[in-house]
């Protein structure tokens, strides 16, 4: 158990389906990130929230929706995804030091299925 | 935008042997970061660097910031089955306390028993 906490951990979904994931945190972080995972390929940053507001969109589809209502939850509303969007979607969360940063703390990780 | 090399890309070893596995950059950093991923599991932190120069073990993990700021390295000693993961290296950006992160495209450790 690292401190961020993801759920589900498995999920499998229809390409019509409306799905959210969910990253919680308790570290008393003030960033946090999803990033995609996908088999050969490397993590791919995807969003970012520092205290609570998008700093960073990575050109992600509109058919992957974050909402972050506090510090400590942040989502991934998912709709009309496409089967190549099944991969290991990975939350994490981190504390900004200035000139010593303490690296990222990640979830297990949702693992998405799209038919 | 940068990029990490991190190579190799994966490594099959008997167990009891030593592994060394390195990243670099045209960009320099303030802070490595190596992270394991075992299968099905997120990436877990095993050691942090912050300076220039600095040698740092962790048990039988042992990492270097090297001079340049542009590379590290991470060698692991007598492996054991449980060392099997993805290794990946992380490089914090100097921007100003942003805690942004580049990471490597992982090295696959297989370990034979």
């Known amino acids: 158990e690292t401190g961020v906490t993801q759920t589900p951990r498995h999920l499998v979904m229809g390409m019509t389906n409306k799905k959210s994931l969910k990253c919680e945190q308790h570290l008393g972080h003030n960033a946090m990130y999803w990033y995609k995972q996908s088999a050969k390929k490397p993590l791919e940053l995807m969003f970012v929230?520092?205290?609570?507001?998008?700093?960073e969109n990575n050109s992600v589809p509109s058919r992957f929706s974050p909402e972050c209502p506090n510090s400590s939850h942040l989502f991934l509303h998912l709709h009309t995804l496409q089967p190549e969007d099944s991969a290991l979607y990975l939350c994490?969360?981190?504390?900004?030091?200035?000139?010593?940063?303490?690296?990222?703390?990640f979830g297990s990780g949702t693992r998405l299925t799209v038919v | 935008g940068q990029q990490l090399n991190q190579s190799p890309q994966s490594m099959f070893i008997q167990e009891g042997e030593d592994v060394s596995m390195n990243c670099t950059s045209s960009?320099?950093?303030?802070?490595w970061l190596w992270y394991k991923q075992d299968p099905g599991e997120g990436p877990v932190l095993l050691i942090a660097?912050?300076?220039?120069?600095e040698l740092t073990s962790n048990g039988r993990l042992t990492a270097q910031f090297g001079i340049t700021r542009k590379d590290s390295f991470l060698n692991i000693s007598a492996s054991i089955p449980s060392d099997v993961g993805i290794y990946f290296c992380a490089g914090q950006l100097p921007q100003g306390g942003s805690e942004k992160l580049v990471f490597g495209k992982g090295m696959k450790l297989t370990v034979n028993p």
């Open positions: 960009s320099i950093f303030n802070t």
């Open positions: 929230y520092n205290f609570k507001e998008q700093t």
């Open positions: 660097l912050y300076k220039a120069g």
């Open positions: 994490a969360s981190s504390l900004p030091q200035r000139g010593r940063g303490g690296g990222y703390t």
